[in-house]
Nanobody
Framework: QVQPVESGGGLVQAGGSLRLSCAASGRTFGGYAVAWFRQAPGKEREFVAAVSWRGSTSIYADSVKGRFAISIDNAKNTVYLQMNSLKPDDTAVYYC????????????????WGQGTQVTVSS
């Protein structure tokens, strides 16, 4: 089974940028959709973005559309989340997840989850 491994989180000022990476461990992401979710303290986990393995389909939460971009590098078996124009409200633990039910927003359809990486945006 695939094990997503996130990296790239950190502390950034409002208006800044970060790029998160999600690498596959154990096997490739081949055949899976890969998504990013986030969870802020005291809030429920929410969908951020998802992409198909071939990169042909991607979807975004309204709150990040136009600021975040999800992409996939098949050769490196890695999914990226480029985050621009960051806001304090983007502060959360970001999780990468893989699933075989297509590019969807619902977290129950993703079977494999990483441990998360912290993103903190200061005002």
């Amino acid at each position: 089974q695939v094990q997503p491994v996130e990296s790239g989180g950190g502390l950034v000022q409002a208006g800044g940028s970060l790029r998160l990476s999600c690498a596959a461990s154990g096997r490739t992401f081949g055949g899976y959709a890969v998504a990013w979710f986030r969870q802020a303290p005291g809030k429920e986990r929410e969908f951020v973005a998802a992409v198909s393995w071939r990169g042909s389909t991607s979807i975004y939460a309204d709150s990040v559309k136009g600021r975040f971009a999800i992409s996939i590098d098949n050769a490196k078996n890695t999914v990226y989340l480029q985050m621009n124009s960051l806001k304090p409200d983007d502060t959360a633990v970001y999780y990468c997840a893989a699933g075989d039910r297509g590019v969807v927003r619902a977290s129950p359809w993703y079977n494999y989850w990483g441990q998360g990486t912290q993103v903190t945006v200061s005002s």
